[in-house]
């Protein structure tokens, strides 16, 4: 399987539609090519298909056979691409570092961190019970070992 060629013919692909971009592509065994792409408003079942055609077209089935898999990323799967943040914003997020958990809304989404936004209860600073606090934190992507989106029913 020539990976060089595949690889041209999608970003041709890619090129032809400015909001898409490349997530994953993949050469699995018994030569199956994976290809993931998102959207910055999302991903048209017509979007992948034209990127399919570009690919399948161009390559010679005669000289090697192979199958061909575009799809878009999984809701469940964590985000990988910063343009992934942007097009989440206002959406509620789970994310990781090396040390502590957060839930929270995006707010803000920047070229080297992201802002997460939630209220929580805390007590009160002089006498009893509680009072309900908001609460900011900006994350720079390096410290991020995983983000989802929080998906609700």
């Not at 993931?36 to 034209?50: K, Q």
């Not at 985000?79 to 914003?89: D, E, G, M, P």
């Not at 006498?127 to 989802?148: F, R």
Request: net charge negative; charged share 35%.
């Amino acid at each position: 399987m020539n990976q060089e060629r595949v690889k041209e013919l999608l970003q041709e692909a890619l090129q032809e539609n400015e909001s898409l971009y490349l997530i994953d592509l993949q050469f699995l065994a018994d030569n199956k090519i994976k290809v993931i792409v998102d959207g910055d408003s999302g991903v048209p079942l017509s979007e992948c298909i034209r990127i399919s055609r570009n690919i399948e077209h161009n390559l010679d089935r005669e000289e090697e056979d192979f199958s061909l898999e575009v799809t878009t990323p999984d809701i469940a799967q964590p985000l990988t691409v910063k343009r992934q943040y942007k097009k989440n914003i206002n959406r509620i997020l789970k994310v990781k570092t090396a040390t502590e958990e957060f839930e929270g809304t995006l707010t803000e989404v920047t070229e080297d961190n992201i802002t997460l936004q939630w209220k929580t209860r805390e007590p009160k600073p002089i006498g009893k019970g509680k009072h309900t606090v908001e609460k900011t934190k900006t994350l720079a992507y390096q410290d991020i070992k995983e983000a989802k989106v929080k998906i609700i029913f």
